[in-house]
């Protein structure tokens, strides 16, 4: 992991993304402290306004809409650095050599990327402490809740960019797909209110943001968990069809033996490398 790491953390667009994701973050919370402030001051006037002021909506959700949008949006050119880093260097074949297994290679890169995007869901959570220390009032639960649907969001953002990195051959190509695989699911949210997209109206099953709606406003559907943990799983299923390393049986049995087969559906060049190395 040292090496996967290392890729990641010591990238200046890393740390560039995590700057302005906590900037988008901080930004929709400001906007909503300054909202919901101004808010509770004329709720005073009248006890009915008072009952319907609730922190969800006002202080928890636009927070997380700064996080989501960061997720969609920035995080996938993250999450398929680690990955995409090796094919474009052709040394993805070498590392599967020597771990005797592509699959192995890819769930590191991809806990790799998991570690270095999941600073920015610290971000919200420092920013409702605050609040809540200076006399604001939260509810944890359903804050945690809502928090926690786009904990798995940004799962399946850097599975989603794992997926792109395993069948591509660059880090631009791997980024270029990662970014319409991810804002795929705003299009079909889009459908609903543009006729000219009205024919994507069927795929709205596979919306991630309706799939989050619960959360976001404190439910935690078992439907909506599973469907995410599906895509999460799912994606993980493609990457690794994406980039096959593959050991024949005689090789496990000697080491000396040069049969080694490597399918990739990204790139040939890697299958030429695969060839060209040899255990001694």
């Keep these: 992991m040292r090496r996967e790491l290392a890729i990641v953390l010591r990238a200046p667009v890393t740390w560039a993304i995590a700057t302005i994701s906590a900037l988008l973050i901080g930004h929709g919370f400001v906007l909503a402290v300054d909202l919901y402030s ?14 319907e002021m609730d922190p969800l ?3 928890v959700r636009p927070t997380l809409g700064g996080l989501d949008l960061a997720i969609s949006i920035l995080v996938p050119l993250v999450a398929v650095r680690a990955l995409a880093i090796e094919k474009e260097r052709r040394t993805f074949g070498a590392l599967c050599l020597e771990a005797r297994s592509s699959n192995s290679v890819i769930i590191k890169k991809f806990l790799a990327s998991l570690t270095a995007t999941a600073p920015v869901l610290l971000c919200p959570l420092l920013l409702w402490t605050c609040f809540i220390w200076v006399g604001g009032t939260l509810d944890v639960i359903e804050s945690a809740v809502a928090w926690f649907g786009e904990v798995l969001h940004l799962v399946l953002a850097v599975a989603i960019g794992t997926l792109a990195a395993a069948w591509t051959r660059t880090l631009a190509q791997a980024a270029s797909l990662a970014l319409v695989l991810s804002l795929s699911a705003w299009a079909i949210d889009a459908s609903e209110g543009f006729a000219a997209l009205a024919w994507l109206g069927g795929a709205s099953a596979w919306s991630v943001e309706q799939h989050l709606a619960p959360f976001q406003r404190g439910i935690l559907s078992l439907g909506s968990f599973a469907w995410l ?52």
């Design 229 to 280: 943990l599906t895509a999460i799983a799912g994606s993980l299923a493609v990457s690794f069809a994406g980039a096959q390393f593959c050991i024949s049986s005689k090789m496990r049995v000697s080491p000396s033996s040069s049969d080694v087969s490597f399918c990739s559906a990204g790139s040939l060049d890697q299958c030429r490398l695969a060839k060209e190395l040899r255990l001694e």
């Design 38 to 51: 101004a808010s509770s001051r004329s709720a005073l006037l009248s006890q009915l306004q008072v009952r």
């Design 57 to 59: 909506a006002g202080i």
